[in-house]
């Protein structure tokens, strides 16, 4: 199966289908496409199509949204995104999902900064400042944990490693 010039297609691409959460993978799936329509890469990566969490499926897709959408909006064309997503057998958390994306040094006060309400990082500062803060709300309503930090992805294909912030989510 072949896709349209604007849109090739990948069976890799597309497996976080078998999702079981199908509210998760229709949100996967906009979001693919939304960056590939703004000149982004998103890959996705699934450890498990199964997991458990306390979180409903809604909740789940709102915290997958939440990081998703930062990272779109934080990223510039011929960016790449990265996310995973699955369970974590080792944790009392089974459920995380990490995303990482170009951007800042993730200082401990910016990691402080960026859970607070109506604090944002965007030009456009209207309509903005409210995803982080309702992240935290979930994890912390469900004893789940934040990680940010930054990372150098080893498949950039430019000679120079681009730093990476990243925020994983276990809850």
Same mark, same amino acid.
């Given at each position: 199966m072949k896709g349209t010039d604007n849109e090739p297609f990948c069976n890799e691409s597309y497996s976080f289908l078998h999702i079981e959460n199908k509210l998760l993978a229709s949100l996967l799936y906009c979001k693919f496409h939304e960056a590939a329509s703004s000149g982004k890469k998103l890959m996705v990566t699934v450890d498990d199509y199964h997991y458990e969490s306390s979180c409903t499926d809604t909740e789940i897709v709102d915290i997958a949204g939440i990081l998703i959408d930062n990272a779109l909006e934080a990223s510039g064309e011929n960016d790449t995104i990265y996310v995973t997503l699955g369970?974590? =057998?080792d944790s009392r958390n089974p459920f995380f999902i990490h995303v990482a994306n170009p951007?800042?040094?993730?200082?401990p006060s910016f990691v402080?900064?960026?859970f607070a309400t109506r604090y944002t990082t965007k030009r456009n500062q209207v309509g903005h400042g409210l995803g982080l803060s309702?992240?935290?709300t979930f994890v912390d309503k469900y004893?789940? =944990?934040i990680t940010v930090g930054n990372t150098y992805?080893?498949?950039?294909? =430019? =000679?120079e490693h681009e730093q990476y912030i990243f925020f994983e989510v276990e809850i």
């Open positions: 369970k974590r =057998s951007g800042p040094m993730a200082t402080h900064d960026i309702l992240l935290k004893n789940g =944990s992805p080893d498949d950039i294909a =430019s =000679s």
